[in-house]
């Protein structure tokens, strides 16, 4: 029972590198979401994919970039990493009921 | 948009109960959630109620709504270490996608 998995754990990456975080969910789930966590702020909403072919921009887009490759698949890409991305980086996903989001373990993402 | 609420930090004692407290703004919210977040580790959905109703009890967990004040509490009864976590409250408003999630308000179990 996998869930939602997220690859890498752990990241460092230097100011202007790019790098794609994945995430796969095993649930047959419809919508895909990207979010990132910080320090007071709660979770703020980056991109999501209600179904396969489609993303919309969330809260806080900018910056990053988003393929939903298949039903199972949703990537999140940085082009040119910033040090205000550095965060906590969650993907999660649902399916057509009430029952709430399932969340990857995250990436914890830092940019010097 | 929504805009969920909740403050930041809660000290209790093993064995006693815990009350975590929500605000919401969006009238129309249909579900509201509360997420457990241990260190490390990702947001799990702890229990969910519906907007039509007052009160929900799963186990050790009771949550009450009060949908005129936009008020949600989460109650922990007999408290342990193994409680101690950051909860999110969430309310969903609109689509399934429209879920607005609070900053966290991180619980300290004291033995």
């Known amino acids: 029972n996998a869930g939602v998995t997220q690859t890498p754990k752990f990241q460092v990456l230097k100011t202007g590198q790019s790098m794609t975080l994945q995430c796969a969910q095993d649930?047959?789930?419809?919508?895909m979401y990207w979010y990132r966590q910080d320090p007071g702020m709660g979770l703020r909403l980056i991109y999501y994919?209600?179904?396969?072919?489609?993303?919309d921009k969330g809260e806080v887009p900018n910056g990053y970039n988003v393929s939903r490759l298949n039903k199972r698949e949703f990537s999140l890409r940085l082009e040119s990493a910033a040090p205000s991305q550095t965060s906590v980086y969650f993907c999660?996903?649902?399916?057509?009921?009430?029952?709430?989001?399932?969340f990857g373990s995250g990436t914890r993402l830092t940019v010097v | 948009g929504e805009d969920v609420e909740q403050s930041l930090f809660l000290s209790v004692r093993e064995g006693d109960s815990s009350v975590i407290n929500c605000t919401y703004t969006?009238?129309?919210?249909?579900?509201l959630y509360w997420y457990k977040q241990e260190p490390g580790a990702g947001l799990q959905l702890l229990t969910y109620?519906?907007?039509?109703?007052d009160m929900k009890q799963d186990q050790r967990l009771t949550v009450l709504l009060n949908k005129k004040d936009k008020h949600l509490s989460l109650r922990i009864a007999d408290t342990q270490t193994g409680d101690s976590a950051i909860y999110f409250c969430?309310?969903?408003?609109?689509?399934?996608?429209?879920?607005?999630f609070g900053t966290g308000t991180k619980l300290q179990v004291i033995p």
């Open positions: 999660a996903s649902s399916g057509r009921d009430a029952y709430g989001y399932t």
């Open positions: 649930m047959n789930h419809n919508s």
């Open positions: 994919s209600a179904s396969e072919g489609t993303t």
């Open positions: 969006d009238s129309s919210s249909t579900y």
């Open positions: 109620i519906f907007s039509n109703m």
């Open positions: 969430a309310a969903r408003s609109g689509g399934y996608q429209k879920v607005t």
